[in-house]
């Protein structure tokens, strides 16, 4: 049994305080939205349930330090939570119901910090899935009204559902002739793109899925909950886990063939 059962039983309170926040302010006409200095929006919906996790967290973890997207990095240690307060916001900002809080705790160890509870919480599609390490991968309502997630069986590329998010960062990093290749080889191709294509890799509905770009706290939730329900989550550069600034999901069986076509060009 997980070490980490309290700290997974938290990360369901906090994601239930930032549920209500964001749900609060869905579809608002007043909603106000900012532009971030990497011309990515951020709304105050975003800022308020990263607050609010914030704000809870030092309560019930004091000595515990916390990165999160729109606030940085706070203290130091051990241990580690990053928040995605909501992943997708320019979903959230068109009204478009795919979106989610991303929590997740990471542990120092050999190897430096590496995700060990996992929690991605969808409101608006009245989803919500979970992992600890060591003790499986699950979705449903609550920690006692769930069900088991299990990647799918499927061995051939040719038989695989792939998800991705978009084109333009495959083309920027020299990968497009590859991804296409991928895509045409593939039996179905879905742009589901942000939290998603994960939760799916981990549902066995999707399964591969890959994005050329991202930041710790868009991957370090969803690497435990593709691992525990018996996948993998590498960078496109095969390194285990969510460092490489890149990421790419499997049920495991496809994993390395996904990989060799997503090579940058030349290498």
Same mark, same amino acid.
């Given at each position: 049994?997980?070490?980490?059962?309290d700290d997974l039983r938290l990360a369901h309170?906090?994601?239930?305080?930032? @549920? =209500?926040?964001?749900?609060?302010?869905?579809?608002?006409?007043?909603?106000?939205?900012?532009?971030k200095p990497d011309m990515t929006p951020v709304t105050e919906a975003d800022k308020a349930a990263e607050e609010l996790i914030r704000g809870q967290l030092h309560r019930a973890?004091?000595? @515990? =330090?916390?990165l999160g997207e729109e606030f940085g990095a706070e203290g130091t240690g051990p241990r580690r939570w990053v928040i995605d307060p909501i992943d997708g916001t320019?979903?959230?900002?068109?009204?478009?119901p795919v979106w989610a809080t991303l929590i997740s705790l990471m542990v120092h160890g050999e190897g430096g910090y590496q995700p060990v509870v996992g929690l991605v919480s969808a409101p608006a599609l009245g989803r919500r899935w979970w992992a600890a390490k060591d003790s499986g991968a699950y979705t449903g309502r609550s920690l006692t009204s769930a069900s088991r997630l299990r990647v799918s069986e499927v061995g051939r590329i040719e038989?695989?559902?792939?998800?991705?998010?978009?084109?333009?960062?495959?083309?920027?990093r020299g990968m497009l002739p590859g991804f296409l290749d991928l895509t045409r080889t593939c039996w179905r191709t879905r742009g589901y793109g942000d939290f998603w294509p994960y939760m799916m890799?981990?549902?066995?509905?999707?399964?591969i899925c890959a994005e050329p770009e991202l930041s710790l706290w868009d991957m370090a939730a969803n690497v435990v909950i593709v691992e525990e329900?018996?996948?993998?989550?590498?960078?496109?550069?095969?390194?285990?886990g969510p460092h490489s600034g890149n990421a790419a999901a499997s049920n495991g069986l496809l994993h390395d063939e996904l990989l060799n076509y997503l090579r940058p060009a030349g290498s």
């Amino acid at each position: 049994m997980s070490d980490y059962h309290d700290d997974l039983r938290l990360a369901h309170v906090l994601a239930d305080a930032a @549920d =209500a926040a964001t749900m609060d302010r869905f579809k608002a006409l007043d909603l106000k939205v900012d532009t971030k200095p990497d011309m990515t929006p951020v709304t105050e919906a975003d800022k308020a349930a990263e607050e609010l996790i914030r704000g809870q967290l030092h309560r019930a973890r004091p000595r @515990d =330090a916390v990165l999160g997207e729109e606030f940085g990095a706070e203290g130091t240690g051990p241990r580690r939570w990053v928040i995605d307060p909501i992943d997708g916001t320019k979903n959230y900002v068109r009204g478009v119901p795919v979106w989610a809080t991303l929590i997740s705790l990471m542990v120092h160890g050999e190897g430096g910090y590496q995700p060990v509870v996992g929690l991605v919480s969808a409101p608006a599609l009245g989803r919500r899935w979970w992992a600890a390490k060591d003790s499986g991968a699950y979705t449903g309502r609550s920690l006692t009204s769930a069900s088991r997630l299990r990647v799918s069986e499927v061995g051939r590329i040719e038989d695989a559902s792939f998800a991705y998010s978009s084109l333009s960062g495959w083309e920027e990093r020299g990968m497009l002739p590859g991804f296409l290749d991928l895509t045409r080889t593939c039996w179905r191709t879905r742009g589901y793109g942000d939290f998603w294509p994960y939760m799916m890799v981990a549902e066995g509905s999707v399964d591969i899925c890959a994005e050329p770009e991202l930041s710790l706290w868009d991957m370090a939730a969803n690497v435990v909950i593709v691992e525990e329900a018996g996948g993998r989550f590498t960078g496109l550069d095969g390194r285990p886990g969510p460092h490489s600034g890149n990421a790419a999901a499997s049920n495991g069986l496809l994993h390395d063939e996904l990989l060799n076509y997503l090579r940058p060009a030349g290498s």
